[in-house]
């Protein structure tokens, strides 16, 4: 660990490697919305966020797990899936006033075609303007989900490979995810502005009951006088030869 009168400890998280806080100031001098998109190994999330001075406040957003909702029921993971989950946030937020917005990826590498480009590709679909390049979008194919049928048929007849191992019997989601981005895209669509406008209340977390109070002891009414303390008696003065001198004669 570095040493030295001149040395600062980072900021947690960015010692966490959880945020880039150069790129973050660079974002918050736009004083625009941030598009925030962050993907895991199974979900996608995209939020539209506004930096205030008491902190991130998030306006609208959206989660890959809503679309089982719509009809959804191939993997949230996937390329299509970002697409649409890009696209019933670019909807909610375009119902509450969001217009504008500035892409924000966070530490994910930007890679072209890559699923956080999907989900833009939906933002942009639903009516907000982000800046950004037409190259770094994904096709329509792969939109589609085309790609994941192809691998799917080329991987099923081989043997010694695991991949498509955990589907089981539901191959017919796989070949019949092209048609499910078309049915959940107009059903995303459908959605009534009300709907798309209202905010999802937060459950208030119950109160813990109230421990029982001890008995207060009963102040007396009126308090006993203090006791006034004693003066000490004045020291006799004692002279400190050995007794009186006898006079002189």
């Known amino acids: 660990m570095a040493q030295g009168p001149t040395y600062r400890v980072k900021f947690r998280r960015r010692r966490e490697g959880k945020t880039n806080y150069y790129r973050r100031r ?9 598009l925030a998109v962050r993907k895991t190994n199974k979900n996608m999330i995209v939020q539209f966020v506004d930096a205030r001075v008491v902190g991130d406040a998030t306006e609208a957003s959206a989660i890959s797990t809503e679309l089982a909702k719509h009809g959804w029921t ?3 993971g996937n390329l299509p899936a970002a697409y649409l989950t890009g696209l019933l946030a670019g909807l909610r937020a375009k119902a509450r006033g969001i217009d504008e917005a500035i892409l924000d990826i966070g530490l994910n590498t ?3 075609g890559s699923r956080v480009y999907a989900a833009l590709k939906g933002v942009l679909d639903a009516g907000v303007v982000v800046p950004h390049k037409e190259d770094v979008l994904p096709d329509e194919s792969r939109i589609n989900g085309e790609h994941i049928v192809a691998a799917f048929e080329h991987f099923s007849g081989e043997k010694d490979t695991a991949m498509f191992s955990n ?6 989601t796989v070949t019949g995810v092209p048609k499910q981005v078309k049915t959940v895209k107009s059903a995303l669509l459908g959605i009534p502005a009300a709907e798309l406008k ?3 209340k937060t459950k208030k977390k119950p109160k813990p009951a109230a421990k029982p109070t001890k008995a ?11 006791a006034k303390p004693r003066k000490p008696k004045p020291k006799k003065l004692v002279s ?10």
């Open 74 to 76: 191939a993997g949230t």
């Open 216 to 226: 207060k002891k009963e102040k007396p009414a009126e308090k006993p006088p203090r």
């Open 240 to 249: 400190r030869g050995r007794g009186k001198k006898g006079k002189k004669k």
């Open 26 to 34: 660079r974002l918050l001098q736009s004083r625009q919305i941030r």
């Open 167 to 172: 589907i089981g019997k539901k191959k017919t």
């Open 110 to 112: 930007p890679v072209k």
């Open 198 to 200: 209202a905010k999802k």
